[in-house]
T-cell receptor, first 113, second 113 residues
Framework: RKEVEQDPGPFNVPEGATVAFNCTYS??????FFWYRQDCRKEPKLLMS???SGNEDGRFTAQLNRASQYISLLIRDSKLSDSATYLC??????????????FGTGTQLKVEL | DAGITQSPRHKVTETGTPVTLRCHQT?????MYWYRQDPGHGLRLIHY???????DKGEVSDGYSVSRSKTEDFLLTLESATSSQTSVYFC????????????FGAGSRLTVL
């Protein structure tokens, strides 16, 4: 079983739609959680952190369920510019300090006119 | 101006040749990382550094070595490149152990023939 699992998609949605992505992780000791966005042939960029209480940033809402080891991302009112791959990222700690980021393979979103 | 740059951005080489990828950051970040990204896999950690001359292995370190002689530079070396090392390589840096401050370079696309 992969440490972080995501549905690869693609999710093809019309502009204005609401779309949700899910992610599960296997290491119950994981400390923090993130969603990154990656455009085609570009580097990953942090979209938002994910907290147990849930957090919102504009049209984006992230949720964490530690008991079920499950992370979600909800995008409301999808824009064409939201088309990208969304990476679920789970963070532990490396031996020397620093981040042990474990990445999911990503979920591809295509927003269409 | 990009805070983290990678060079070369693209390279084609032959099996058995040595290859060095360079990562340069101007953020004075303590932590630096090398990842590879392949279809069907998330980004996977190759090696990381938690200070000058302090490095350690990640999950896919076989066939790779690294060096960090200055805070700003982190080199990844393939001593004898193989076709299985054809990939996109991303460098990242962070000032602390929080993944929400991790910055990625634009990536280096390596093809080993």
């Amino acid at each position: 079983r992969k440490e972080v699992e995501q549905d690869p998609g693609p999710f093809n949605v019309p502009e204005g739609a609401t779309v949700a992505f899910n992610c599960t992780y296997s290491n119950s000791a994981s400390q923090s959680f993130f969603w990154y966005r990656q455009d085609c042939r570009k580097e990953p960029k942090l979209l938002m952190s994910v907290y147990s209480s849930g957090n919102e940033d504009g049209r984006f809402t992230a949720q964490l369920n530690r008991a079920s080891q499950y992370i979600s991302l909800l995008i409301r009112d999808s824009k064409l510019s939201d088309s990208a791959t969304y990476l679920c990222v789970v963070n532990g700690v490396l031996t020397g300090g620093g981040n042990k980021l474990t990445f999911g393979t990503g979920t591809q979103l295509k927003v269409e006119l | 101006d990009a805070g983290i740059t990678q060079s070369p951005r693209h390279k084609v080489t032959e099996t058995g040749t040595p290859v060095t990828l360079r990562c340069h950051q101007t953020e004075n970040h303590r932590y630096m990382y090398w990842y590879r990204q392949d279809p069907g896999h998330g980004l996977r950690l190759i090696h990381y550094s938690y200070g000058v001359k302090d490095t350690d292995k990640g999950e896919v370190s076989d066939g790779y070595s690294v060096s960090r002689s200055k805070t700003e530079d982190f080199l990844l070396t393939l001593e004898s490149a193989t076709s299985s090392q054809t990939s996109v390589y991303f460098c990242a840096s962070g000032r602390s152990s929080g993944a929400n401050v991790l910055t990625f370079g634009a990536g280096s696309r390596l093809t080993v023939l």
